[in-house]
């Protein structure tokens, strides 16, 4: 009772407002101590980043990793349209004659001597492709990633297109070579579109596997075609129209991938 007595003095409500004095002395006391102790031990405040300064740490770190920060606006950050579009022109342009060759030779060689030659064909070819897998990898790095892309499925086409124009109907090496070059352009043109995959999805490498599944089933769709297509052109016509049409598709897929694919490589 006398203690509230004398708050209700008003000489006890002036010590009462002035008591807060020393605690904000003594807040203020601990905070400077709280930095001579930081600054001390080397440690420093915490500070809030601007924008353009967590832009410029985020490209510091593509950089480091070997790309760059997505933009919204990069046309290169959309579908693939045109590569799954040339994809699929360029494996129904091979299958179309894939099984051609194997009944044209054994009709000009025999069973025995055909197999054997188109064995030996298909071992050069995976040989080949092993021995300068390394080489085609080097020049997809060098000269980009979109001409060596074209310059493979152009190889198709011009190789078909001569087989059709001027190979003669009991000939038997325009369609082996024919056959072997569709086998090295198989594996160089999906080298290379594995690459521009890549490049395309290096922001959103989660959407990566579902375009590599999105293309292969393309390839197969494509082959599927291809095999169908190649039984509407009977024995009797010879081997001009499928091999004519074949290279008219793969300058089809030509013309997609040209038009419509962006060269990824920075």
């Given amino acids: 009772p006398i203690a509230r007595a004398r708050l209700d003095t008003p000489a006890g409500r002036a010590s009462s407002l002035g008591s807060g004095l ?56 959309s579908r693939p349209l045109a590569l799954y579009a040339g994809a699929f022109l360029f494996i129904t342009a091979l299958s179309l004659v894939s099984l051609y060759p194997a009944p044209h030779l054994v009709k000009i060689l025999g069973e025995n001597r055909a197999t054997s030659l188109l064995a030996t064909v298909a071992s050069a070819s995976a040989l080949t492709e092993i021995v300068s897998s390394s080489l085609i990898a080097a020049l997809v790095d060098a000269l980009g990633r979109k001409p060596v892309l074209i310059g493979a499925a152009c190889v198709v086409a011009l190789s078909n297109a001569l087989v059709g124009l001027f190979a003669s109907h009991e000939g038997v090496l325009p369609f082996v070579a024919a056959k072997f070059t569709a086998s090295i352009a198989v594996g160089v043109f999906f080298l290379s579109s594995g690459a521009i995959l890549a490049d395309l999805y290096r922001s959103t490498p989660k ?27 009977k024995e009797g016509l010879g081997h001009r129209l499928p091999y004519l049409a074949s290279s008219l598709i793969a300058l089809g897929g030509v013309l997609a991938l040209a038009l419509g694919v962006p060269e990824t490589m920075a």
Avoid: C, Y
């Avoid at 031990?41 to 924008?51: D, F, I, V």
């Avoid at 919204?72 to 950050?77: A, L, Q, W």
């Avoid at 579902?210 to 769709?221: D, E, K, T």
């Fill in 22 to 77: 020393p605690l904000k002395a003594a807040g203020r006391a601990t905070q400077k101590a709280t930095t001579r102790r930081h600054k001390r031990h080397g440690a420093r405040e915490p500070r809030l980043r601007q924008p353009d300064e967590l832009g410029r740490r985020n490209q510091s770190v593509a950089d480091l990793r070997g790309g760059s920060v997505a933009n919204p606006t990069d046309p290169r950050d």
């Fill in 207 to 233: 959407k990566l596997a579902a375009s590599n599944g999105l293309l292969f089933a393309l390839v197969n769709a494509g082959f599927g075609v291809g095999v169908g297509l190649s039984g509407v052109f």
